[in-house]
Structures are given as C-alpha cells and as structure tokens.
C-alpha cells in the first residue's frame, strides 16, 4: 500500500471540536490520488511534501506546518516522498472556533499561520517539526502538543453560530435529501440569513450541501463489501439515474462508486470513514435502523 492513516482519538475536551487526530505515511514518491471534500485540517510535515490542486487558487505545496481550508470538492494531490505528515482533522465547529474565517472565503487554500496563530502559541506550532526530526518527540507526543496548540488558541463561539452550527450538521445526517424548509424551520432566522450563516459556517449555502454530503454518505455506504438492498436501493433513489450518482461521487470525492468499491488503497475511504469524519453522522435517519445501527 503506498500510503496510510492512522487515526487517533481526539480528547476528550476537544471532540467537539475535531473529526480526529492522525498519522499519515506515503512509502513513495510521485503517487497521485484525489482528496475528497473535506474540512479543514492543521498538519505538521516532517518528511517529504505534498502538492494539491486547489483550482482557482492554483498548486499549493505542503510546508512544515499546513492549515488547509476546507475542501468544498474532489482535489488531486501527489505526494512527494517518502513522506510523514502528523494533523488535527478539524471539524466545522473547530475551524469556526479556532480561526474565525468564514469557510466561504477560506477554502480551497492553503492560510498563512500568521492570520490564526500569535505569540506563544505560533512559536510552538513552528517548532514542532524540528522536535520531532530530532527524537525529543515522538509521533505520539507531537500530536499531542498539536492538540494542546488549537487548545490553547480556540475562541469561544457565540450561542447562535453553534446553533447554527450543530442544527446544520444534525438536519445534514438526517437523510440523504434532507428538506431545506426543514433546516429553516429549525433556525430563528430568516431564509436570506440562514443562507448567508450557513455559506459562512460550511463554505455553500445549504443546496448545494445536500449535493456535498449526499454524494460523500452514499461513496462511503457504497464502498461497503455488503450493502442491504433496501439501503441500496435508498441511495439510488436519492439521484436523479445512475449517470446523475455517478457524476456526483466523483465531484465530491474524485472516484467513482466502481472504483471506491475495487480500490482499497485510496485516502478516500479511510477519511470519510467513522474513524476520519464525525462532522456528520453517516448512518442518519434510516439507515441507521438498517444498518442496525439503532434498537
């Protein structure tokens, strides 16, 4: 396998904040592979590097320490190795809490340290990678004081962004089409405000989030070796025809459902997997209760 995750538990202070903590390998150099949208995530890279793809902002190049915006789709990167990066996957609550930028004018890029962290706090964060090339870290230990670094930096949030927030996420894992009356109903805000919030908050407006999260729910189900036929069935009904499902998946994820499904060595199962994604409950609404995910 030319490369691979590990991931690690957050804390327990900052589930609320983190998707998880990781260890990502690449034995070689020169392989090619696609991102999935994603959120954000701050790395250290301490061997090796990576260029991604990130479209209209152009070829990013991963440096010792990385704070990449969310991805809102699929993005190809290739890796420069062998190459040892250790990262905090950050969920919506945790970029909004630790950097304040709004998603919409942050993703797809890579952000300078300089606009999140200051002082103590970005000193330590510059320092990590030559701690740990040096032994007086190890893996473990790194990650753990990259953890205490966005411990150390995140800003409360205001009632009404983490309402905004979690009720977005919660009304996200409840279907494969959820109702955007459903959302609004669910917010104190006007349709025009729950728009601009939303946009903020996960970079898009909530249509085209149900496209994003709809086409990453059914690529992960999908990728399962045994799939119900009432759940298969579910995801297929959630798209126009096939050749809609399929264009879908790849935007979103950069393969398509035959290739999730035959190509084991791909970041994109790992990440989007219950290990590397919590940002949003993959088994909602009924496919919990066939999946027997639920009493």
Same mark, same amino acid.
């Given at each position: 396998?030319?490369?691979?995750?590990?991931?690690?538990?957050?804390?327990?202070?900052?589930?609320?904040?983190?998707?998880?903590?990781?260890?990502?390998?690449?034995?070689?150099?020169?392989?090619?592979?696609?991102?999935?949208?994603?959120?954000?995530?701050?790395?250290?890279?301490?061997?090796?590097?990576?260029?991604?793809?990130?479209?209209?902002?152009?070829?990013?190049?991963?440096?010792?320490?990385?704070?990449?915006?969310?991805?809102?789709?699929?993005?190809?990167?290739?890796?420069?190795?062998?190459?040892?990066?250790?990262?905090?996957?950050?969920?919506?609550?945790?970029?909004?809490?630790?950097?304040?930028?709004?998603?919409?004018?942050?993703?797809?890029?890579?952000?300078?340290?300089?606009?999140?962290?200051?002082?103590?706090?970005?000193?330590?964060?510059?320092?990590?990678? $030559?701690?740990?090339?040096?032994?007086?870290?190890?893996?473990?230990?790194?990650?753990?004081?990259?953890?205490?670094?966005?411990?150390?930096?995140?800003?409360?949030?205001?009632?009404?962004?983490?309402?905004?927030?979690?009720?977005?996420?919660?009304?996200?894992?409840?279907?494969?089409?959820?109702?955007?009356?459903?959302?609004?109903?669910?917010?104190?805000?006007?349709?025009?405000?729950?728009?601009?919030?939303?946009?903020?908050?996960?970079?898009?407006?909530?249509?085209?989030?149900?496209?994003?999260?709809? $086409?990453?729910?059914?690529?992960?189900?999908?990728?399962?070796?045994?799939?119900?036929?009432?759940?298969?069935?579910?995801?297929?009904?959630?798209?126009?025809?096939?050749?809609?499902?399929?264009?879908?998946?790849?935007?979103?994820?950069?393969?398509?459902?035959?290739?999730?499904?035959?190509?084991?060595?791909?970041?994109?199962?790992?990440?989007?997997?219950?290990?590397?994604?919590?940002?949003?409950?993959?088994?909602?609404?009924?496919?919990?209760?066939?999946?027997?995910?639920?009493?």
């Amino acid at each position: 396998m030319p490369y691979s995750f590990e991931f690690i538990e957050a804390p327990a202070d900052l589930k609320p904040y983190f998707n998880s903590l990781y260890i990502f390998r690449a034995d070689k150099n020169g392989v090619e592979d696609w991102l999935p949208a994603y959120s954000g995530q701050l790395a250290v890279v301490t061997e090796g590097y990576a260029t991604i793809d990130h479209g209209k902002n152009g070829t990013g190049r991963t440096g010792d320490v990385v704070l990449q915006g969310a991805l809102l789709e699929a993005r190809q990167f290739r890796i420069h190795g062998p190459m040892l990066m250790l990262g905090v996957s950050l969920n919506f609550r945790g970029w909004a809490a630790l950097t304040g930028l709004p998603v919409n004018e942050a993703h797809d890029c890579f952000v300078p340290l300089e606009k999140v962290f200051a002082g103590e706090q970005l000193d330590r964060l510059k320092a990590l990678p $030559a701690a740990i090339r040096s032994g007086d870290l190890d893996e473990r230990e790194a990650l753990d004081a990259l953890a205490d670094v966005v411990r150390q930096s995140l800003r409360e949030l205001s009632v009404r962004h983490v309402q905004v927030i979690d009720t977005t996420l919660q009304w996200l894992s409840s279907s494969l089409k959820p109702d955007i009356d459903e959302l609004q109903d669910k917010l104190p805000y006007s349709e025009r405000q729950v728009q601009r919030l939303v946009t903020r908050f996960f970079g898009q407006p909530p249509v085209r989030l149900i496209r994003r999260y709809r $086409a990453v729910r059914a690529a992960t189900l999908l990728s399962f070796p045994e799939l119900s036929p009432e759940l298969e069935a579910e995801i297929h009904e959630a798209f126009y025809d096939q050749a809609h499902m399929i264009k879908e998946i790849r935007a979103f994820t950069g393969r398509t459902p035959r290739r999730l499904e035959k190509n084991t060595e791909t970041p994109v199962k790992e990440m989007l997997g219950p290990d590397g994604y919590s940002s949003v409950d993959l088994f909602g609404g009924s496919q919990d209760r066939q999946l027997d995910k639920k009493p």
